[in-house]
């Protein structure tokens, strides 16, 4: 006959503890949106080996951009922040290197290289962390991108987002530079394989050719599948995503 195969062990039923005899509490039903985040988060936790690379970029130069053309984009109706820079700077390294912008598809033992550049941006909302996506980053230029991320960001705080706006995305962002903080480990959003995180810029003394100067930099941190992506990867990833984020001029901006 055939090998006999083990049957599954149960997990045991959590059990039932009683918290209030040590002292007062409030009971919460979990929401069907938090539980669907948390079953995602311990899918991709328990699922992917992460690593997460750290760097900084200098965005003073954005920043200023940001400050002299806010206004002008206002008239159109969008605001310049500095997510619209991070979406076209990640497309901008994505296309240089196509393994963070893949998938793994385990069920043919194959990697899938994506040729279009849809990005995640997650949004924190009142019920719990969403992640909309916006299509053909590569394709806009930074005043739609804008009106992009105003979009699928108030209709995420709204509810408002269909199911496939959250869906096909090919890499994330998630930007808490508005909350504070700084470098985090952000955890992958699967069947995506890398995540950057952004913390909040701040103003600095730096060192620039012999001299202490003030620049305004920006947290990065950049987990990803090491199934897929090893660490000289992520690293020359990395490099040129700080290049990206410290060469936008004029033209980008200009409308």
Do not use: C
């Amino acid at each position: 006959g055939g090998a006999a195969v083990a049957a599954p062990v149960a997990a045991p039923a959590p059990a039932v503890v009683d918290f209030s005899k040590w002292g007062k509490v409030e009971s919460k039903r979990i929401t069907t949106l938090r539980k669907t985040i948390s079953n995602k988060m311990v899918e991709s936790w328990t699922h992917v080996p992460h690593v997460t690379q750290f760097d900084e970029a200098d965005v003073t130069a954005i920043m200023a951009l940001r400050k002299k053309y806010a206004p002008a984009y206002e008239k159109k109706g969008v605001r310049l922040t500095l997510t619209s820079f991070a979406l076209r700077a990640v497309a901008n390294a994505l296309k240089k290197h196509p393994l963070f912008n893949a998938s793994m598809q385990e069920a043919t033992g194959e990697l899938i290289l994506k040729q279009y550049y849809h990005l995640g941006l997650a949004v924190d909302t009142e019920h719990g962390l969403i992640v909309p996506v916006i299509r053909d980053v590569d394709k806009k230029d930074l005043v739609q991108l804008s009106a992009d991320v105003t979009s699928v960001a108030d209709r995420a705080r709204e509810r408002k987002l269909a199911l496939e706006e959250m869906q096909g995305g090919t890499f994330s962002i998630s930007n808490q530079g508005g909350i504070g903080g700084g470098f985090f480990t952000p955890i992958i959003n699967t069947p995506e394989v890398a995540i950057l995180g952004m913390g909040r810029s701040s103003a600095r003394p730096v060192i620039r050719e012999g001299k202490v100067v003030e620049r305004t930099i920006l947290p990065l941190g950049l987990s990803y599948d090491h199934r897929i992506i090893d660490g000289a990867n992520a690293a020359r990833f990395i490099v040129d995503l700080v290049r990206e984020f410290e060469q936008f001029s004029e033209d980008d901006v200009k409308i």
